[in-house]
Nanobody, 115 residues
């Protein structure tokens, strides 16, 4: 069993920055691919970014240039640096880990962008 725990959400003004973290723990917690997704009220969950153990990154088009995903394999932790935040970025951000045969999700952390 793997547990993913997100942290770092909060309230920020438009144009501001936030950094999210997601730590994986438990048996076999080293994941091949980790990622961030988000879900805004009334909308479906959508991809933000993913990163492989080797550091290959994939971003949703609307996040390119503003968000940066990174990971520390030794700490089984993935990060999301979010810059130039917009009100449209308001959502619950979820961490995802892809493991052999299964996918794990964190419980999410709220990000609110508002003046």
């Amino acid at each position: 069993q793997v547990q993913l725990v997100e942290s770092g959400g909060g309230l920020v003004q438009p144009g501001g920055s936030l950094s999210l973290s997601c730590a994986a723990s438990g048996s076999g917690s080293s994941s091949a691919v980790m990622g961030w997704f988000r879900q805004a009220p009334g909308k479906q969950r959508e991809l933000v970014a993913t990163i492989t153990r080797g550091g290959s990154r994939n971003y949703a088009d609307s996040m390119k240039g503003r968000f940066t995903i990174s990971r520390d394999n030794a700490k089984n932790t993935v990060y999301l640096q979010m810059n130039s935040l917009k009100p449209a970025d308001t959502a619950v951000y979820y961490c995802q880990g892809l493991y052999p045969g299964t996918t794990y999700w964190g419980r999410g952390t709220q990000v609110a962008v508002s003046a």
